[in-house]
């Protein structure tokens, strides 16, 4: 199992990361693909008819979300109590910012950020009659690019590792 301590890698249970053939982004097209290729064009067995056909005759009203700012949320996952700092918000020893946030330093809010880009994070202002969504705010040291959680959690270990080496030399 990936991660698990090396008393318990044998050759009973092999260290299996290593013998990976997709990356994560790589199994979640791949996984994107089968639902829109495959599962969305067979035969459903209960109602004997693709997911696809039924979509497209308007025989499945979704249920939806009771305002915007609930829609704003569908897709970050991940929800994260922070205050806003004069320099924006910091979140995972980065910044984030955006011009709005200026009316609201030393406030206390709810980020809310989908772990496969943390280029970006949704800032809610936590009120007594729930949350307000504020803004998008984006971290200038990562404009342009598409970064995971797990990217920068592994970035963060390496670079720990090989401080560790050079204070042991």
Same mark, same amino acid.
């Given at each position: 199992?990936?991660?698990?301590? =090396? ?10 990361? %290593? &013998? ?8 979640? =097209? ?7 290729? $495959? /599962?969305?064009?067979? #035969?459903? #067995?209960? +109602? ?9 005759? %308007? ?16 897709? #970050? ?26 009316? /609201? $330093?030393?406030?206390? $809010? ?5 772990? @496969? ?6 800032? /809610? ?18 404009? %342009? ?7 920068? +959690?592994? =970035?963060?270990?390496? @670079?720990?590792?090989?401080?560790? %080496?050079?204070? @042991? &030399?």
């Amino acid at each position: 199992m990936p991660g698990a301590p =090396a008393r318990l890698r044998t050759r009973r249970h092999p260290d299996r990361a %290593g &013998q990976a053939t997709l990356t994560l982004p790589e199994l979640d =097209a791949a996984i994107g693909q089968f639902i829109r290729e $495959v /599962y969305n064009r067979r #035969s459903h #067995s209960e +109602t004997r008819t693709p997911p696809q056909t039924r979509w497209e005759a %308007g025989a499945f009203i979704p249920r939806m979300p009771d305002s915007l700012e609930q829609l704003d949320l569908l897709p #970050s996952t991940v929800a994260k109590p922070r205050k806003v700092h004069t320099d924006g918000i910091h979140f995972l020893a980065l910044r984030f910012i955006d011009p709005v946030l200026a009316d /609201y $330093v030393r406030e206390d $809010v709810t980020i809310r950020y989908d772990p @496969r880009d943390i280029t970006e994070i949704r800032v /809610y202002l936590r009120t007594p009659g729930g949350e307000k969504f504020l803004c998008r705010a984006v971290c200038p040291d990562l404009a %342009g690019e598409t970064v995971s959680l797990k990217e920068i +959690t592994a =970035a963060r270990n390496a @670079r720990r590792k090989h401080l560790r %080496g050079q204070l @042991r &030399q």
